[in-house]
């Protein structure tokens, strides 16, 4: 266990032992309801409950280390094979466990504050496949805005760029719902589309994929300093269909990170400066993003799902529309109602993921 983490956990014992009393004062139900007109009561009794599941887990981790010490002790003073192969065994479980342990503080302590993301960012990019793969962005931003409306999520479309055949390079639009970025972080990553295209005189099945990402939307009051200096501003005139330009004045904003070479686009608002505002929201959340997945994938290069993550690179899902078929890669299970997945109906899809993540 690294000092870092060390570190946190003595932060959280000082935490626990300071509201201890407090927050424990009175344990009955007519408390509990005095409790619930203050919410700055609930909020620490429910860190209070988080914190105290980590303490628990570091002191079975401790109680499984000096096990293990205990185990070598014996180890060294005894000649038995039988009972050398025994501690072997026992030691092997109890490391086992304690990596797990590990594993399980650290994704709590790092994850803590996206718990409860109200809002996100959802980017869909063509990728390989040319027309066809411009045409999926458009049927999987239409099946995700549908799964909106299905559970009473707001969206808003924050940038776009129209393909010059059919459907869109790119659409990068804004989640507002609860909960939103825990449900919907499991759908990052490559979707690829198996089908005759209708232009195909020859009827040939091809393959195309785009690439989902989501990132959690910083909270206003967390504050990402960035150095003007290091952003590139450019300005462009607003696109319509089929990429003729909309504005006969300059009001699309293009901000380039250039130590990170992170780009955000938005030509939203008829306002140069609104566009100016969220383009500039935008470069902070997928700056933050940057940072939190590399220390995520820090985490979770030790982890048996390591596509959890939500990489962007890993291969998702597939959806065959010749056979009528979604299969998903992860599950290595396939679902038969294509038709109703594309309209929408994607719950089950994204529960059963999640439900499996949860059992480990």
Not at 209 to 225: D, F, G, K, M, S
């Amino acid at each position: 266990m690294n000092r870092k983490i060390l570190k946190k956990l003595n932060q959280i014992k000082i935490y626990i032992k300071k509201n201890n009393k407090y927050l424990l004062w009175n344990n009955s139900y007519k408390q509990m309801n005095i409790f619930k007109t203050n919410t700055n009561i609930i909020d620490s009794l429910k860190l209070y409950k988080k914190y105290n599941n980590i303490i628990e887990n570091y002191k079975k981790y401790k109680k499984n280390k000096k096990e293990i010490l205990d185990l070598i002790e014996l180890a060294h003073h005894s000649k038995e094979k039988k009972l050398l192969d025994s501690i072997r065994l026992e030691i092997s479980k109890l490391m086992k466990n304690n990596f797990k342990i590990n594993n399980k503080i650290q994704e709590e302590i790092y994850s803590k504050s996206f718990k409860e993301i109200n809002s996100a960012i959802l980017e869909l990019r063509a990728g390989t496949g040319g027309n066809e793969a411009c045409i999926f962005v458009e049927e999987i931003f239409r099946m995700y805005t549908m799964y909106f409306k299905e559970v009473s999520w707001n969206f808003k479309i924050l940038n776009y760029t129209p393909s010059s055949y059919k459907g869109y390079k790119e659409i990068i639009i804004k989640i507002y719902g609860k909960n939103v970025y825990n449900v919907l972080k499991y759908e990052s990553g490559v979707h690829r589309v198996q089908r005759i295209p209708e232009t195909d005189s020859q009827g040939r099945l091809h393959t195309s994929a785009i690439t989902v990402a989501v990132l959690p939307e910083i909270n206003q009051t967390i504050n990402i300093y960035l150095n003007p200096e290091e952003i590139k501003r450019e300005s462009f005139r607003s696109r319509g269909a089929g990429g003729q330009n909309v504005n006969k004045t300059e009001t699309a904003i293009r901000l380039t990170h250039i130590p990170t070479g992170i780009i955000s686009e938005c030509q939203e608002e008829r306002s140069q400066h609104k566009n100016l505002e969220k383009a500039l929201r935008v470069l902070k959340d997928r700056i933050l993003n940057l940072k939190i997945s590399k220390q995520i994938k820090k985490i979770s290069t030790k982890r048996k799902f390591l596509i959890s993550t939500g990489d962007r690179s890993v291969k998702i899902r597939t959806y065959n529309f010749h056979k009528g078929i979604v299969t998903d890669h992860r599950l290595k299970k396939s679902f038969y109602n294509l038709e109703e997945l594309m309209n929408g109906k994607i719950e089950n899809l994204i529960k059963s993921f999640k439900n499996i993540l949860e059992k480990l």
